[in-house]
């Protein structure tokens, strides 16, 4: 069964950094990879992708904040936050184009971990 699992949500105030992993297992890891959020009450958003290249694109809101990477020898992906804000709460996912870049969609999914921010 296609796992992606994510972690490192939690609780912290403003200006805080966290980060957040998401694993694969067995499968479901991919050279096109995605994190999105869903805020209370909105719909879900992108927040940063990455391709096969490792060329990396980012929502305009958290630009100089948010850095996705990944390590393909432990297939993972990470989320590293720095300058937290409220408006950053949220359920963050991470996401996948399984079992390669040429999907047009992204098919596999993470059960989500919570991000809040306080005041």
């Known amino acids: 069964q296609v796992q992606l699992v994510e972690s490192g949500g939690g609780s912290v105030q403003a200006g805080g950094s966290l980060r957040l992993s998401c694993s694969a297992s067995?499968?479901?890891?991919?050279?096109?990879m995605a994190w999105f959020r869903q805020a209370p009450g909105k719909e879900r958003e992108g927040v940063a992708t990455?391709?096969?290249?490792?060329?990396?694109t980012y929502a305009d809101s958290v630009k100089g904040r948010f850095t996705i990477s990944r390590d393909n020898a432990k297939n993972t992906l990470y989320l590293q936050m720095f300058n937290l804000k409220p408006e950053d709460t949220g359920i963050y996912y991470c996401?996948?184009?399984?079992?390669?870049?040429?999907?047009?969609?992204?098919?596999?999914w993470g059960q989500g971990t919570q991000v809040t921010v306080s005041s």
């Open positions: 996401s996948s184009k399984y079992p390669n870049c040429l999907r047009r969609d992204y098919n596999y």
């Open positions: 067995p499968y479901g890891y991919s050279y096109c």
């Open positions: 990455i391709v096969s290249d490792g060329s990396t």
